[in-house]
């Protein structure tokens, strides 16, 4: 098969688009042919070497595919080759103390698809039966593939972790990412009222679009300052967090006494300072965060298909322009998902 694979660690010109070894399913696997897979943040640590692959190099990226079943392994039931399916992407043992406990995201053996195994900048890629879910005829295979991992990670951020209520208030950092569109539509959805950033005021629309009340120019304005003024000196109860450095710093000192602060990544950078006087004279919550689970996964593709979320798509790239498609996305052009297609 054809994929977008990288032997070296460095920026988008190391990826190269070439013969690759087809996947062969084994017991309880199936290979999926990829009819779309979104390019995500992870994918950029993995090919600069600041998250190196677990299984060493060469390396396909690619955590959110969806397609059609192309094979399946021996003990594989309920799957027939040509039906739509979008990929879960983490993998867990199941036995752990905290698979066991039902907190698979935790797990001691835990795993992404285009992380811990070759992903989806492919024309075919392999994962566990178990993983597969059956993609609803109405949604397109670019808007499923929009959603496995921004989507669920922002849904689990807010509904499972940080239990957003109705009328509550939310700073959702980076509205022109893919978690941060997500998370803007999400508390909407629970009824909470948002305020959101951006790094370039031709993002504001779409902010607006997605359901924000409030949206500021981080570059421009200072959001710690907005947020006070908007919520009337009080702060937000939420901040969804994922950039890191000097944002992190400063989205703390958004939230009121009793505030959630939930962090699911470190795009900039893996560091951020906490003013720890904050934190306990307002009895802060600080909430780690990662992905979530297939269940969840299933319920926001039964919100896509009823139209109460829609994933943000930026433009879809040709498989064989990959390294475009990454550029495309280190040089921040994107406004939502950007995905690679056939
Ligand atoms: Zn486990």
Redesign the pocket.
């Known amino acids: 098969m054809k994929a977008a694979f990288f032997k070296e660690h460095g920026g988008a010109d190391k990826i190269l688009y070439d013969d690759y070894r087809d996947p062969a399913p084994v017991a309880g696997e199936a290979v999926v042919r990829v009819r779309a897979c979104g390019v995500n943040h992870v994918d950029m640590l993995l090919l600069d070497g600041r998250f190196p692959p677990p299984e060493g190099l060469p390396h396909v990226n690619g955590c959110e595919v969806a397609g059609t079943v192309e094979a399946v392994g021996d003990r594989v039931k309920g799957l027939e080759p040509g039906q739509r399916v979008v990929i879960f992407p983490g993998f ?5 103390e ?2 066991l406990r039902g907190e ?1 995201t935790v ?4 795993g992404y698809l285009g992380a811990h195994r070759d992903g989806g900048y492919a024309e075919l890629v392999k994962a566990p039966a178990a993983n597969l879910l059956p993609l609803p005829d109405a949604l397109s295979f670019e808007a499923a593939a929009a959603v496995p991992m921004a989507m669920l990670t922002s849904w689990h951020a807010l509904v499972t972790q940080a239990d957003v209520r109705p009328g509550q208030t939310v700073l959702v950092q980076a509205a022109g990412s893919g978690v941060g569109s997500s998370a803007i539509q999400i508390a909407r959805l629970a009824g909470a009222r948002v305020i959101t950033t951006v790094g370039s005021d031709d993002k504001i629309e779409l902010a607006k679009s997605l359901g924000a009340e409030r949206v500021v120019n981080y570059r421009t304005h200072d959001f710690v300052e907005a947020a006070k003024e908007w919520t009337g000196k009080r702060g937000v109860d939420i901040v969804i967090e994922h950039i890191g450095g000097e944002t992190f710093e400063r989205s703390v000192l958004a939230l009121t006494r009793l505030g959630k602060f939930v962090t699911i990544g470190s795009h900039d950078t893996h560091w951020g300072r906490l003013d720890l006087r904050h934190v306990y004279s307002k009895n802060l919550r600080v909430i780690g965060t990662n992905l979530g689970s297939i269940l969840e996964l299933r319920a926001i593709l039964d919100h896509l298909v009823a139209g109460r979320l829609r994933p943000v798509i930026d433009r879809a790239f040709p498989l064989r322009d990959a390294r475009a498609a990454v550029q495309h996305v280190l040089d921040r052009k994107n406004k939502g998902k950007v995905l690679l297609t056939p």
């Open positions: 867990s043992c199941g036995s752990c905290y698979c698979r797990c001691v053996r835990y």
